[in-house]
């Protein structure tokens, strides 16, 4: 019994103490521990949004590479060239975003047709490709 009526002193005192003084509020760990929860949880939302924005981006620029590689695949086709076997780069631009369409011509084991390859690079990072497309071409 004795260790119960100390603690039990103890409570009361410390009751007391809050009560005599008004102690009310929060301490400086308190506010400290959520200011570093509240932190992180900012910069974590930060960070996906960045990485949304830069998901979005490439997005954009893989749909426009792909319309660029598209373009000159159906003009070889709509137009029913036979491409002379080789390869060759030109400007493929599709609105602001400035892009570097490269060719490829290559012989097929059956000699009616041939296969072409459209590679298409980012005008500013060149060595960065974006996209290839690849088609079969008849002759004729």
């Known amino acids: 019994m004795p260790m ?3 603690i039990s002193r103890c409570n009361d005192m410390i009751a007391s103490l809050r009560t005599r003084h008004g ?3 929060f301490t ?3 506010v400290l521990v959520a200011l570093i929860i509240v932190g992180t ?3 974590a939302s930060l960070r996906a949004i960045g990485s949304l924005t830069q998901n979005s981006s490439d997005l954009r620029s893989s749909m426009m590479a792909t319309w660029s590689a598209e373009n000159r ?3 070889i086709r709509t137009a029913r060239e036979w491409p002379n076997i080789g390869k060759r780069s030109f400007d493929c631009p599709q ?3 400035r892009l570097i369409c490269e060719e490829e011509v290559l012989p097929t084991p059956n000699p009616n047709f041939r296969r072409v390859e459209v590679s298409v690079f980012d005008a500013s990072l060149p ?6 497309l690849v088609q079969v071409v008849p002759n004729g």
């Open 95 to 97: 609105g602001e975003l």
């Open 4 to 6: 119960a009526s100390a």
């Open 41 to 43: 949880a900012l910069g």
């Open 23 to 25: 102690v009310r509020g």
């Open 127 to 132: 060595e960065r490709r974006i996209i290839k």
């Open 28 to 30: 400086l760990l308190e």
């Open 73 to 75: 695949l159906v003009q």
